[in-house]
């Protein structure tokens, strides 16, 4: 079985970090299991921490309507980060994570994480530019499906459509 510094060092996302850096991010969290089923965060929730998936999968559940139910957004794998709205923003959780999967994160205390970027970490810094460029993948596709859409003088269906890929990829 690996170690959790072996786990995080052949993680995709991790390859470009030293063994120093990778030292550092296991400081500013915990590898933590989850059983399918196991909430991981819940909507309106005060967490500070960032989550890096390494095994396993996390469904993203956003509550709206009328009902109040709660609706699939998306799921998460190996290799995703999930929390990085909440950390940048410092607000509540928009949506619910949930282990989809029997699952296993390296679980990243936010409150350590802004604090060792303030104070210069490479590791910390490495880990907020990938938080940057998830952030702004996540843009980019919004703002061309938003483009496409006015583009075409869409109909209020088509209107309907894109507001609902909005809530459901920009909820969280």
Known sequence: MLSHRDRLKDHQLLRQFSEKEIEELLKMGEIVSLAAGKTLFAEGASDVHLYLVLEGEVEILKTYGN?????????????????????????????????????????????????????????????VYLMLGALARKLTHMNDELLKVLERKSPPSELAALRERLIRDWSF
């Not at 959780?93 to 104070?119: C, M, P, S």
């Open 67 to 127: 009902n109040g139910e709660a609706h699939l957004l998306t799921v998460l794998g190996p290799g995703e980060l999930l929390g990085e709205m909440g950390w940048v923003l410092e607000r509540p959780r928009k949506v619910t994570a949930r282990a989809k999967t029997n699952l296993v994160i390296l679980k990243i205390d936010g409150a350590l994480l802004r604090e060792r970027y303030q104070h210069g970490s490479k590791a910390a810094m490495r880990l």
